[in-house]
């Protein structure tokens, strides 16, 4: 019996990334579709649609993104397991043909604990005379 192959995908907007679980036939209109109801699902105030989002694939140069074509699929894409996918949404109050898009903007990791200046383990809890 063969199991059907799966990875993973990671889909960033601003400071939130969203993990979908799907496969390498899977096209970007059925990323779309997961991702309205996972929002549909959260405390988004805004209502959101398929059409109402945009999904990008990092450019070779830093900081530039190319949206992808709702039919084109991950593997197509060579989108690999534990690819990345950045999302944006219309500008609230921008929906329609004529909306305005917010730019992709994601932080850059910072590591926890790296805190300059923090008090080493042996130091902690032992008062200073």
Not at 48 to 54: H, K, N, P
Not at 69 to 88: F, H, I, K, N, P
Request: hydrophobic share 35%.
């Amino acid at each position: 019996m063969a199991f059907p192959i799966t990875s993973a995908v990671r889909i960033k907007r601003h400071k939130t990334t969203y993990f979908i679980s799907t496969s390498p036939s899977a096209t970007i209109a059925d990323l779309k579709q997961d991702l309205v109801r996972i929002l549909s699902n959260s405390n988004n105030e805004r209502s959101v649609s398929a059409a109402s989002i945009r999904l990008y694939i990092a450019g070779k140069a830093g900081g530039s993104y190319s949206m992808v074509d709702d039919a084109a699929t991950l593997e197509q894409l060579s989108v690999a397991d534990d690819g990345v996918l950045y999302m944006a949404l219309p500008l609230p109050g921008t929906e329609g043909p004529d909306a305005k898009w917010e730019p992709i903007e994601v932080p850059e990791f910072e590591p926890l604990g790296d805190d300059e200046g923090e008090e080493g383990p042996e130091e902690k809890g032992k008062e200073k005379a």
